[in-house]
């Protein structure tokens, strides 16, 4: 996740599609219009086998591809979570109170690697306990940045 806008009254992170999410839709695209293609010149069983190629790389792009964005804002006094996806749109608000810190949620990954997501925990609340902001875990030491900034905007 990615601090887009840090002010006193407002925090903003968002996690984008990384470039094998890009290439995963580039790819799904190519396959699907060469099976259509294949269809179109009567290659029946070629355009079967790219179909089920381009059906698997759909299911992973539709698992895959989304954006997830966090939202705290002083002025309203609310913690939004938003996940945009293929699927639609999922919106989730909590009062910013019940929000005590971020947290990552941690798991090994390979020899000598942890793979990380920022977790906020709620306090207070009907919906007290951890709260994953991404469905994915990722390597790269933006988790620990973003989980920074949420916990010294909050110290604010």
Known sequence: MKVIKN???RLVLRSLPHIG?????????????AASL??????????VF?????????YKLNREAQIDEVALDRDAGL????????????????PLSDLSYADLDMRPYKLNLTER????????????GRHPLTTNFYTSNTTIQAADAINAWLQQ
């Open 117 to 128: 997501r920022v977790a906020l925990v709620l306090d207070r609340g009907m919906d007290a």
């Open 7 to 9: 002010t006193p009254q």
């Open 38 to 47: 294949g269809v179109y010149h009567g290659d029946f069983v070629g355009a």
């Open 21 to 33: 999410i890009i290439f995963l839709g580039l790819l799904f695209l190519i396959i699907f219009g």
């Open 79 to 94: 913690l939004e979570i938003k996940r945009y996806s293929l699927k639609g749109r999922e919106r989730v608000r909590h």
């Open 50 to 58: 790219g179909y089920l190629i381009a059906a698997w790389l759909g």
